[in-house]
């Protein structure tokens, strides 16, 4: 009798995800789930292809963590992945999951290989988190290049760019059996295949709307679209409602308002993005991210990033030094400037000789190559104790750097001690769409500290996705006389003569 009972239970569970999360699953204080509307809707949708376009703070990491779990327990032999832009978020997304399973004893023995990033059930079903790439933005560089995947979840996909999108959509077509993909994020730039998406869904649920029954739509679009936006401002910006009331009050979200800025409250909070010319570093952005303290000394034993922009006719040349805090952020408090006119064999000897000196932890630093080409960039040391970046500018190329900077700035990830150019620079930056519904991004009156920003952090997701290159110890860096006809600076003298040596005998 125990037996039917328990078989009937798993039935309905198996036929009714919401049954499921609400029945085997408890939340922090040990009490069985109670779902919110939105979220039960998304869970029976059975569209293959469905968009999560919610507000901050309305479910929708738990939402897709009951998706994921439902489809692993009653879908034997599937591969399913999570990707987020970065290591660091899909981290954080691994530690939810396992905190969930942790809580359901029921689970937790069904997992025979159980480890944070990388999970495998009994049922031959596996589950992985990844990253969408390398930040150098290379495709062959991408975790997942070689990946069959069934089931794909891409959290905060409004920040993955064109050649990440490249990389991942393949992964799941070719597949045995139906592919499934769900795209979940908050707006940014009315460009991009998640705004191209949601802008063509085939149909749009709300629970709020129409008792939550889908309304078609007439494009030939093929997302599912659930869409639920907590709240929306007046004339005067005035927080009017607040459709989670009972968690997220109105005087609450005010605080949050007054702490993010009114423009990304607006994107991340009512659901607007940004118009079609825009400030991608807004006012209340810079404000925001210029919070790092001024150092004392120019110079860290911490864990360093780099980006030098190399000023080319007019410019000067900008190098702007990030290093990472205790709780895994990062700093970027460190600026050095060289006037029109500066020698680049000073520029060079500095990069080579006197940064690794004053930052021993020094990690991984990009180096802009447009412009100045491979006679100048081949001046720097690349077979040093880090890694080095050669970054060529492209319309392309400046939309993700952009974009990726942004998200870190938005997210603190990193932020900046206050330097009056830089900012002006940021100010100055503007988002435009082409006709042809292109993006493209043009400067105020100079973009070489921001340049040189941008180049910091490639770095420090270049380090972060793929760590710090291990050095040959055989493999001596002595360039002699170099492109400009100089001596380079050649930190293994002592390494040279112990191999000679070793020669003669």
Same mark, same amino acid.
């Given at each position: ?157 409004? @920040?993955?760019?064109?050649? #990440?999108? *490249?990389? =991942? ?6 597949? /045995?059996?139906?592919?499934? &993909? ?116 120019? @110079?860290?034993?911490?864990? #360093?990033? *780099?980006? =030098? ?6 410019? /000067?040349?900008?190098?702007? &030094? ?184």
């Amino acid at each position: 009798m125990l037996n039917n009972k328990v078989a009937k239970i798993l039935i309905r569970a198996k036929n009714d995800p919401v049954f499921f999360a609400e029945h085997f699953f408890k939340n922090v204080k040990m009490e069985n789930y109670k779902l919110e509307d939105h979220q039960k809707l998304f869970l029976r949708d059975k569209n293959p292809y469905k968009i999560l376009f919610c507000s901050r703070r309305s479910g929708k990491t738990l939402v897709m963590i009951l998706d994921i779990l439902h489809k692993a327990f009653f879908r034997p032999n599937q591969q399913i992945a999570l990707i987020a832009p970065t290591l660091e978020q899909s981290k954080t997304f691994a530690n939810v999951f396992n905190d969930m399973i942790l809580r359901s004893e029921g689970l937790r023995s069904s997992f025979i290989v159980d480890n944070k990033l990388d999970k495998q059930l009994s049922n031959g079903t596996r589950i992985a988190f990844k990253t969408a790439g390398a930040a150098s933005g290379k495709k062959e560089d991408s975790n997942l290049v070689g990946s069959g995947i069934n089931t794909l979840y891409i959290d905060e996909a409004q @920040s993955m760019d064109a050649d #990440a999108m *490249a990389t =991942i959509m393949p992964v799941v077509t070719g597949q /045995i059996g139906q592919a499934e &993909i769900v795209l979940a994020g908050t707006p940014r730039a009315r460009t991009g295949f998640f705004f191209e998406n949601i802008l063509n869904a085939k149909q749009i649920s709300e629970c709020y709307v129409n008792k939550g029954i889908p309304k078609r739509c007439p494009t030939d679009g093929k997302y599912s679209l659930h869409r639920f936006k907590v709240t929306d401002l007046d004339e005067d910006d005035k927080v009017i409602y607040s459709k989670a009331e009972y968690r997220l009050s109105i005087e609450e979200l005010e605080t949050i308002k007054s702490t993010i800025g009114v423009e990304k409250f607006r994107r991340e909070y009512c659901l607007e993005f940004l118009d079609s010319i825009s400030m991608p570093f807004y006012s209340d952005l810079i404000d925001l991210a210029f919070t790092a303290p001024l150092p004392q000394t120019f @110079s860290s034993f911490q864990p #360093a990033c *780099a980006g =030098i922009d190399f000023g080319k006719k007019r410019n /000067i040349s900008s190098l702007t &030094i990030a290093t990472q805090t205790p709780q895994l952020t990062w700093e970027a408090k460190y600026y050095k400037r060289w006037h029109l006119g500066t020698k680049y064999t000073d520029i060079l000897h500095y990069v080579n000789n006197v940064l690794p000196k004053a930052f021993p932890g020094l990690k991984c630093i990009a180096i802009d190559q447009t412009g100045v080409g491979n006679v100048l960039t081949e001046g720097v040391n690349h077979n040093s104790f880090y890694n080095v970046l050669d970054v060529i500018f492209s319309q392309p190329s400046k939309v993700s750097m952009v974009e990726g900077l942004v998200s870190s700035m938005e997210n603190q990830f990193i932020t900046f001690a206050p330097d009056k150019l830089l900012q002006k620079e940021m100010a100055q930056y503007s988002r435009e769409t082409t006709e042809n519904d292109r993006v493209i991004y043009t400067k105020g009156e100079s973009d070489d500290c921001l340049d040189s920003a941008m180049l910091c952090n490639v770095a420090i997701n270049d380090y972060i996705q793929n760590g710090q290159r291990r050095r040959n110890p055989l493999k001596m860096f002595s360039l002699g006389q170099n492109a400009l006809g100089n001596k380079s600076y050649d930190n293994t003298k002592s390494r040279n003569r112990y191999t000679k040596k070793r020669k003669r005998r």
